[in-house]
C-alpha cells in the first residue's frame, strides 16, 4: 500500500497470484468495497487501510462529527471478525473526535501513517520473537526447518513482513533453512499469495490442497505449524481463516507445535471465549467459483458447482486454546508450553499399548494403573482418569521434572512418583503401576513376598517388598516406595497395588505381568500352609544366574 497525494494506492489481492494490478482508492466508499471485496485482506492491513480510510473520507468532504461518524460506520461494517479493523478505527476516533473540524484531516493522516510504522515494526518484532522460538526446535539433522501455514498472514497481510510469515522472512534473512508448506485455503485460495509472496522473496515452498494437510502431519513432515489470527478471544481461543483449526487438530495429535502469531491488538479483552467471537458468514458463490487463467493466460471464472445447490460459507473457525501452542507476539512467546520433543514422539503410542495390555490382561480395570517413560529431559505419562482403550496416543502427557507438563490433560495422579524413580534411578527408562488382583490382595495383608519361587530375583534381591501405607498422589507415598524400592524394580504398595520399573515400556510391561503371576503363585503357595523358602545361597545362586541372563539380554 502506499500513499498517492489524497488517494490509497492498493496491490488488488483479488488479482494476485495471476495478475498484478494496483487500485486507486479515492473515497471512503473505494476504501469500503476494497475492505469488503477483500482486494485488501489480512487483519494488520486491513486496520491500516480503514484509517487511512478516515483520513481519505474527511478530506474528501466535510470532517465534522457527522462525517466521522459516517465514515466510522461505513468502515466497520466492512469485515465483522476483525478486532483490528475495529481497534484501528477507535484510535482514529480518539484521536480525531477531539479536535476541531478543520485540524481533523491533517491529523488524521498523520495518525494513520503511525498506525502504518508501527504495524511495520510490530511485524518485526514478532519476526525476531518467531525466529528464536524457530532455532529453539529440535535438530533436523542437515534438513530444512519444516513449517505449515494456513491462509495468508505475511506481507500481502500487514504494512510490514507479516505475521505468521515473519518468522520465516527472518530465518531465511539469517541463513535458517526453512521450506514452507502452504495450504491453498479455499474457498479464496489465499495460500495462493502466501505462494506468491514467497516465491518473490526466494523462499523454498511447496503448495497443498488444505485436505492434504493432516497425511503430512501425521507423518512427521512438518516441524511446527504457524498460522496468524483475526481475534483472539480473553481466554486464548483463536479465531482465524476457516481451516486453521482443523490444521490444529491434526497438529495436535501428531505433537507437532501449533503457534499462532498475531499482534497484542489481536487480543480481545472483551471476548471472554470463542463461543462469543462472531463468525463472518460470506457469499455462496465464494464457493461455487474459483477464479484462474485460462488455457491463453486469460483471467476467468469457472463455476464447480452445479445449479441448485447450496453452499455454507463460514469465513473463520475458532480454534481452542488448548490445542495453541504458544502465541507469537511482538512482546514475545505468551502462554508458551513445554513440548513434547519431535525426537521422542514415537513413545506416545507405545505407552498407550502398554497401558491398553495391562487392562487386557486384568492387571488393572477402568482407569486405574499408570504408565510413563523417560523422555528427554522429563517422562511421558498416560493422563488422569484415562480409559486406555478409549483414549489416543496424543492424550500422553508430556511432563517436566519441575512437574510442569504439556497438553491439555492433566498427568496421572501418581505421577511423583514416577518423577522421583526417573530423578533417583537412572536405569529407569519406563514405570508401570497397577492395581492388579493378586499384588493388591498381598498388598492388603501388607507383606514383602519372599524367596517362596527364584523368579523373585528377577527383581533384584531375595524379596519384593511392600511399601508402608500413605494417600495416593501424595509425597508421603513417594517417599514410602523408594524405600521399598531399594536395590530392587518392583515392590507392593500397602492397601494399593504394585509398581515395577524397566528399561524400557516393553520391559517394564513383562515385569508387571511377571510379578503379578509370581504374586498370583504365592497366593495359592500359602493355601495348604506356608510354602517352603529358599535359602539365601539358593537366592544369590538365582540372582547370579539372573545378572548373567540379563547382560545376555541386554545386548541382544
Ligand atoms: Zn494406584
Same mark, same amino acid.
Not at 38 to 64: E, N, Q, S, W
Not at 66 to 95: E, G, Q, Y
Not at 260 to 282: H, L, M, N, Q, Y
Given at each position: 500500500?502506499?500513499?498517492?497525494?489524497?488517494?490509497?494506492?492498493?496491490?488488488?489481492?483479488?488479482?494476485?497470484?495471476?495478475?498484478?494490478?494496483?487500485?486507486?482508492?479515492?473515497?471512503?466508499?473505494?476504501?469500503?468495497?476494497?475492505?469488503?471485496?477483500?482486494?485488501?485482506?489480512?487483519?494488520?492491513? @486491513?486496520?491500516?487501510?480503514?484509517?487511512?480510510?478516515?483520513?481519505?473520507?474527511?478530506?474528501?468532504?466535510?470532517?465534522?462529527?457527522?462525517?466521522?461518524?459516517?465514515?466510522?460506520?461505513?468502515?466497520?461494517?466492512?469485515?465483522?471478525?476483525?478486532?483490528?479493523?475495529?481497534?484501528?478505527?477507535?484510535?482514529?476516533?480518539?484521536?480525531?473526535?477531539?479536535?476541531?473540524?478543520?485540524?481533523?484531516?491533517?491529523?488524521?493522516?498523520?495518525?494513520?501513517?503511525?498506525?502504518?510504522?508501527?504495524?511495520?515494526?510490530?511485524?518485526?518484532?514478532?519476526?525476531?520473537?518467531?525466529?528464536?522460538?524457530?532455532?529453539?526446535?529440535?535438530?533436523?539433522?542437515?534438513?530444512?526447518?519444516?513449517?505449515?501455514?494456513?491462509?495468508?498472514?505475511?506481507?500481502?497481510?500487514?504494512? %510490514?513482513?507479516?505475521?505468521?510469515?515473519?518468522?520465516?522472512?527472518?530465518?531465511?534473512?539469517?541463513?535458517?533453512?526453512?521450506?514452507?508448506?502452504?495450504?491453498?485455503?479455499?474457498?479464496?485460495?489465499?495460500?495462493?499469495?502466501?505462494?506468491?509472496?514467497?516465491?518473490?522473496?526466494?523462499?523454498?515452498?511447496?503448495?497443498?490442497?488444505?485436505?492434504?494437510?493432516?497425511?503430512?502431519?501425521?507423518?512427521?513432515?512438518?516441524?511446527?505449524? @504457524?498460522?496468524?489470527?483475526?481475534?483472539?478471544?480473553?481466554?486464548?481461543?483463536?479465531?482465524?481463516?476457516?481451516?486453521?483449526?482443523?490444521?490444529?487438530?491434526?497438529?495436535?495429535?501428531?505433537?507437532?507445535?501449533?503457534?499462532?502469531?498475531?499482534?497484542?491488538?489481536?487480543?480481545?479483552?472483551?471476548?471472554?471465549?470463542?463461543?462469543?467471537?462472531?463468525?463472518?458468514?460470506?457469499?455462496?458463490?465464494?464457493?461455487?467459483?474459483?477464479?484462474?487463467?485460462?488455457?491463453?493466460?486469460?483471467?476467468?471464472?469457472?463455476?464447480?458447482?452445479?445449479?441448485?445447490?447450496?453452499?455454507?460459507?463460514?469465513?473463520?473457525?475458532?480454534?481452542?486454546?488448548?490445542?495453541?501452542?504458544?502465541?507469537?507476539?511482538?512482546?514475545?512467546?505468551?502462554?508458551?508450553?513445554?513440548?513434547?520433543?519431535?525426537?521422542?514422539?514415537?513413545?506416545?503410542?507405545?505407552?498407550?499399548?502398554?497401558?491398553?495390555?495391562?487392562?487386557?490382561?486384568?492387571?488393572?480395570?477402568?482407569?486405574?494403573?499408570?504408565?510413563?517413560?523417560?523422555?528427554?529431559?522429563?517422562?511421558?505419562?498416560?493422563?488422569?482418569?484415562?480409559?486406555?482403550?478409549?483414549?489416543?496416543?496424543?492424550?500422553?502427557?508430556?511432563?517436566?521434572?519441575? %512437574?510442569?507438563?504439556?497438553?491439555?490433560?492433566?498427568?496421572?495422579?501418581?505421577?511423583?512418583?514416577?518423577?522421583?524413580?526417573?530423578?533417583?534411578?537412572?536405569?529407569? %527408562?519406563?514405570?508401570?503401576?497397577?492395581?492388579?488382583?493378586?499384588?493388591?490382595?498381598?498388598?492388603?495383608?501388607?507383606?514383602?513376598?519372599?524367596?517362596?519361587?527364584?523368579?523373585?530375583?528377577?527383581?533384584?534381591?531375595?524379596?519384593?517388598?511392600?511399601?508402608?501405607?500413605?494417600?495416593?498422589?501424595?509425597?508421603?507415598?513417594?517417599?514410602?516406595?523408594?524405600?521399598?524400592?531399594? %536395590?530392587?524394580?518392583?515392590?507392593?504398595?500397602?492397601?494399593?497395588?504394585?509398581?515395577?520399573?524397566?528399561?524400557?515400556?516393553?520391559?517394564?510391561?513383562?515385569?508387571?505381568?511377571?510379578?503379578?503371576?509370581?504374586?498370583?503363585?504365592?497366593?495359592?503357595?500359602?493355601?495348604?500352609?506356608?510354602?517352603?523358602?529358599?535359602?539365601?545361597?539358593?537366592?544369590?545362586?538365582?540372582?547370579?544366574?539372573?545378572?548373567?541372563?540379563?547382560?545376555?539380554?541386554?545386548?541382544?
Amino acid at each position: 500500500m502506499i500513499l498517492d497525494g489524497d488517494a490509497l494506492v492498493i496491490l488488488d489481492q483479488t488479482r494476485l497470484p495471476w495478475r498484478v494490478e494496483e487500485r486507486r482508492l479515492v473515497t471512503l466508499e473505494d476504501v469500503a468495497e476494497a475492505i469488503s471485496a477483500m482486494r485488501v485482506r489480512g487483519a494488520p492491513l @486491513i486496520g491500516c487501510v480503514a484509517a487511512f480510510g478516515v483520513a481519505v473520507a474527511l478530506t474528501k468532504g466535510k470532517a465534522d462529527d457527522v462525517a466521522l461518524d459516517h465514515a466510522l460506520t461505513v468502515l466497520r461494517a466492512t469485515r465483522p471478525t476483525a478486532v483490528n479493523l475495529m481497534w484501528a478505527l477507535d484510535r482514529m476516533d480518539a484521536r480525531l473526535r477531539p479536535l476541531v473540524p478543520a485540524a481533523r484531516p491533517e491529523a488524521a493522516w498523520a495518525e494513520a501513517e503511525a498506525i502504518r510504522a508501527e504495524d511495520a515494526a510490530m511485524c518485526a518484532a514478532i519476526g525476531a520473537h518467531g525466529l528464536a522460538l524457530l532455532r529453539g526446535l529440535p535438530a533436523r539433522e542437515g534438513r530444512a526447518l519444516r513449517v505449515m501455514t494456513h491462509c495468508n498472514a505475511g506481507r500481502l497481510a500487514t504494512a %510490514g513482513m507479516g505475521t505468521a510469515l515473519a518468522p520465516i522472512y527472518a530465518a531465511h534473512a539469517e541463513g535458517l533453512a526453512v521450506e514452507v508448506f502452504v495450504s491453498e485455503t479455499r474457498p479464496r485460495n489465499q495460500g495462493l499469495l502466501t505462494a506468491w509472496e514467497l516465491a518473490a522473496a526466494g523462499i523454498k515452498h511447496t503448495l497443498i490442497a488444505d485436505n492434504a494437510a493432516g497425511l503430512l502431519l501425521m507423518r512427521g513432515e512438518v516441524d511446527v505449524v @504457524i498460522v496468524g489470527a483475526d481475534r483472539i478471544a480473553a481466554n486464548g481461543d483463536t479465531a482465524n481463516k476457516v481451516g486453521t483449526y482443523l490444521k490444529a487438530l491434526a497438529a495436535r495429535e501428531a505433537g507437532v507445535p501449533f503457534y499462532v502469531a498475531a499482534p497484542a491488538s489481536t487480543f480481545d479483552a472483551e471476548t471472554p471465549c470463542g463461543e462469543a467471537i462472531p463468525v463472518e458468514e460470506r457469499a455462496e458463490e465464494e464457493v461455487f467459483f474459483v477464479d484462474g487463467l485460462d488455457g491463453e493466460g486469460c483471467p476467468g471464472r469457472l463455476r464447480l458447482a452445479s445449479e441448485g445447490t447450496r453452499a455454507a460459507n463460514p469465513a473463520f473457525d475458532v480454534t481452542p486454546a488448548s490445542l495453541v501452542s504458544g502465541f507469537i507476539t511482538e512482546r514475545g512467546i505468551i502462554g508458551d508450553r513445554p513440548r513434547l520433543p519431535t525426537g521422542n514422539r514415537g513413545l506416545s503410542p507405545i505407552i498407550l499399548a502398554v497401558a491398553r495390555t495391562l487392562k487386557e490382561h486384568r492387571l488393572n480395570v477402568g482407569a486405574s494403573g499408570n504408565v510413563s517413560a523417560r523422555c528427554d529431559d522429563g517422562f511421558l505419562i498416560t493422563p488422569s482418569g484415562l480409559l486406555p482403550e478409549r483414549g489416543s496416543a496424543a492424550d500422553m502427557v508430556w511432563m517436566k521434572m519441575d %512437574g510442569t507438563y504439556a497438553g491439555e490433560l492433566a498427568p496421572s495422579s501418581e505421577w511423583r512418583i514416577h518423577r522421583d524413580i526417573y530423578a533417583s534411578v537412572p536405569e529407569a %527408562g519406563a514405570v508401570v503401576h497397577a492395581h492388579s488382583p493378586f499384588a493388591t490382595a498381598l498388598a492388603c495383608q501388607r507383606v514383602d513376598i519372599p524367596p517362596f519361587h527364584y523368579m523373585i530375583a528377577l527383581f533384584g534381591g531375595d524379596s519384593v517388598r511392600c511399601a508402608a501405607y500413605a494417600t495416593f498422589g501424595t509425597e508421603a507415598l513417594s517417599k514410602n516406595v523408594l524405600l521399598a524400592l531399594a %536395590g530392587r524394580n518392583a515392590c507392593l504398595l500397602a492397601n494399593h497395588g504394585m509398581l515395577v520399573y524397566g528399561r524400557d515400556p516393553a520391559h517394564a510391561l513383562a515385569q508387571a505381568i511377571e510379578l503379578e503371576s509370581l504374586c498370583e503363585q504365592y497366593w495359592r503357595a500359602c493355601q495348604p500352609g506356608p510354602p517352603v523358602l529358599l535359602s539365601e545361597k539358593e537366592m544369590a545362586e538365582a540372582m547370579e544366574r539372573f545378572r548373567h541372563y540379563g547382560a545376555r539380554e541386554f545386548k541382544q
